[in-house]
């Protein structure tokens, strides 16, 4: 017991540290070093570190590294053409003004599905969100909500193809690519969408009731000249290159190599199912990059800037999540949190409701989707691929139910992104955060019980 109580009063110390503003990377080791000294004689500290905490850290690195890379400078080089707002005042016009609320998920939505990143949209659709909502009459409390339901809900972990990092994580444990299950994701997306857009419409409409309006707010925006923007299809052209180009890779183009080295010990014995999601990304993204680079040359003040950092911009979240699956690996090689596997799984015999809370708590716990997911299945993904295997489960559940998992209880106060947002919008938890945990982690949650049920009556599509 005094085992397990060291590993909750250290997950509670990084998820205090997290909201206080403490960076994760620094912090990982000695949160891991509190619940190393609670299981004293199980693990000695700096061994633990060294020939734990720093091979896991790296080989998170290995295995993600480009696909972080890649969607960093992608988001940057979109940002700095223009193009991301191209999109998001081309959006406004085909749904309206006066439809606010929608016009800025949707922009967030398409530029996040395309492999545009979380914060590039919200620093690029803020100004417009906050143009929409003060001619609208909308409070500004709830533009995190609408930035939010766009950009980590549906497109972050439902829809097929997305190149988001929680919809690659479960690749490599389960054998599958980007459009897992896509039927069954399709689904969970629009019940997100649905279930967001009748929660923002309803808080608009009470909103109103009040005679509550934009509120009080002195907002500095830098906003470029609408005349320095792409084209809308120009500006829209990489977004659908990712997305088609994924496909076509995945399904036709890497099946069709010649793989057959993979199968040597040079490259350890590795199956093509491993790797071809995330090689189906890199191919996509890489083309996106260079046509974006190539069509809007002469609008980029500084190519070499721009790429610059962008790679440098990848380098911060990367680590951060890398931190905290050293952390997460730190844990799961305590004998105490044997005991705690064991109870989470046997909370349900059915390896895919066991999977999803599994991934449901510990991305609660660690305030972060793709790290509670990462740190699930490396400590029990093998477990939960022989288990599916052995029941005879489609692994293409196994990976949708973690990716929708990890999104059910991650934006809790001390998520990352949902402070970063909260700041790019200069609103506080008190002010905005109920509605962003309704439309983020409600709908998922919902969406997941949704697409248990689905899969358990017709099965896996």
Same mark, same amino acid.
């Given at each position: 017991m005094?085992?397990?109580?060291?590993i909750v009063?250290?997950?509670?110390l990084?998820?205090?540290?997290?909201?206080?503003?403490?960076?994760?990377?620094?912090?990982?080791?000695?949160?891991?070093?509190?619940?190393?000294?609670?299981?004293?004689?199980?693990?000695?500290?700096?061994?633990?570190?060294?020939?734990?905490f720093?091979?896991?850290?790296?080989?998170?690195?290995a295995?993600?590294?480009?696909?972080?890379?890649?969607?960093?400078?992608?988001?940057?080089?979109m940002?700095?053409?223009g193009?991301?707002r191209?999109?998001?005042?081309?959006?406004v016009?085909?749904?309206?003004?006066?439809?606010?609320?929608?016009a800025?998920?949707?922009?967030c939505?398409?530029?996040?599905?395309?492999?545009?990143?979380?914060?590039v949209v919200?620093?690029?659709?803020?100004?417009?969100?906050?143009?929409?909502?003060?001619?609208?009459g909308?409070?500004?409390?709830?533009?995190?909500?609408?930035?939010?339901?766009?950009?980590?809900?549906?497109t972050m972990?439902a829809?097929?193809?997305?190149?988001?990092?929680?919809?690659?994580?479960?690749?490599?444990?389960?054998?599958t690519?980007?459009?897992?299950?896509?039927?069954?994701?399709?689904i969970?997306?629009?019940?997100?969408?649905?279930?967001g857009?009748?929660w923002?419409?309803?808080?608009?409409a009470?909103?109103?009731?009040r005679?509550?309006?934009?509120?009080?707010?002195?907002?500095a925006?830098?906003?470029?000249?609408?005349?320095?923007?792409?084209?809308f299809?120009?500006?829209?052209?990489?977004?659908?290159?990712?997305?088609?180009?994924?496909?076509?890779a995945?399904?036709?183009?890497?099946?069709a190599?010649?793989?057959?080295?993979?199968?040597?010990?040079?490259?350890k014995?590795?199956?093509?199912s491993?790797?071809l999601?995330?090689?189906?990304?890199?191919?996509?993204?890489?083309?996106?990059?260079?046509?974006?680079?190539?069509?809007?040359?002469k609008?980029?003040?500084?190519l070499l800037?721009?790429?610059?950092?962008?790679?440098?911009?990848?380098? #911060?979240?990367? @680590?951060?999540?890398a931190?905290?699956?050293?952390? +997460?690996? =730190? /844990?799961?090689?305590l $004998?105490?949190?044997?005991?705690?596997?064991?109870?989470?799984?046997?909370?349900?015999?059915?390896?895919v409701?066991?999977?999803?809370?599994?991934?449901?708590?510990?991305?609660?716990?660690?305030?972060?989707?793709s790290?509670?997911m990462?740190l699930?299945?490396?400590?029990m993904?093998?477990?939960y691929?022989?288990a599916?295997?052995?029941?005879?489960?489609?692994p293409?559940i196994?990976?949708?139910?973690a990716? #929708?998992?990890? @999104?059910a209880?991650?934006?809790l106060?001390?998520? +990352?992104a =949902? /402070?970063?947002?909260? $700041?790019?919008?200069?609103?506080?938890?008190?002010?905005?955060?109920?509605?962003?945990?309704?439309?983020?982690s409600?709908?998922?949650?919902?969406?997941?019980?949704l697409?248990?049920?689905?899969?358990?009556?017709?099965?896996?599509?």
């Amino acid at each position: 017991m005094l085992g397990i109580l060291g590993i909750v009063l250290s997950l509670a110390l990084l998820i205090f540290l997290a909201y206080r503003g403490w960076n994760v990377i620094f912090i990982a080791p000695f949160c891991a070093t509190v619940a190393l000294l609670f299981n004293w004689g199980d693990a000695p500290l700096l061994a633990t570190y060294t020939q734990t905490f720093m091979p896991a850290l790296g080989n998170y690195f290995a295995k993600f590294f480009p696909l972080f890379l890649l969607g960093a400078v992608f988001g940057k080089l979109m940002d700095d053409s223009g193009s991301a707002r191209a999109i998001a005042h081309k959006i406004v016009q085909l749904v309206g003004r006066e439809r606010s609320m929608l016009a800025v998920v949707l922009a967030c939505a398409i530029l996040t599905y395309g492999g545009v990143s979380l914060f590039v949209v919200a620093f690029s659709v803020y100004p417009i969100a906050v143009s929409l909502f003060r001619e609208s009459g909308i409070p500004k409390r709830l533009i995190p909500a609408a930035i939010g339901l766009g950009s980590f809900t549906f497109t972050m972990t439902a829809l097929p193809g997305t190149p988001a990092i929680q919809n690659a994580i479960p690749m490599p444990f389960f054998g599958t690519n980007t459009f897992a299950a896509p039927g069954l994701g399709i689904i969970a997306g629009v019940f997100m969408f649905a279930f967001g857009q009748f929660w923002l419409n309803r808080r608009v409409a009470q909103a109103r009731a009040r005679g509550e309006g934009y509120g009080n707010h002195e907002d500095a925006l830098s906003q470029a000249a609408e005349q320095g923007m792409p084209p809308f299809w120009l500006a829209l052209l990489p977004i659908v290159v990712v997305i088609v180009l994924n496909y076509i890779a995945t399904s036709y183009v890497i099946p069709a190599m010649d793989t057959a080295y993979l199968a040597t010990d040079k490259f350890k014995k590795t199956p093509l199912s491993a790797v071809l999601g995330i090689w189906s990304i890199i191919l996509a993204m890489l083309v996106a990059i260079t046509l974006v680079a190539v069509l809007n040359r002469k609008r980029i003040a500084n190519l070499l800037d721009t790429f610059n950092k962008g790679t440098m911009g990848s380098l #911060l979240p990367m @680590a951060n999540v890398a931190s905290e699956v050293a952390y +997460g690996a =730190v /844990i799961a090689s305590l $004998a105490a949190f044997a005991i705690v596997r064991e109870g989470l799984k046997s909370v349900a015999s059915d390896p895919v409701t066991s999977l999803f809370i599994v991934v449901t708590v510990l991305a609660g716990m660690t305030g972060s989707a793709s790290g509670g997911m990462s740190l699930a299945l490396g400590a029990m993904g093998e477990y939960y691929a022989h288990a599916a295997q052995a029941a005879g489960i489609n692994p293409e559940i196994m990976h949708r139910i973690a990716a #929708l998992g990890s @999104a059910a209880m991650d934006i809790l106060p001390h998520n +990352g992104a =949902v /402070i970063t947002l909260l $700041a790019i919008c200069s609103l506080t938890h008190r002010e905005s955060y109920l509605d962003l945990f309704m439309v983020g982690s409600l709908s998922a949650l919902l969406s997941s019980v949704l697409v248990l049920g689905l899969n358990a009556v017709f099965g896996t599509f």
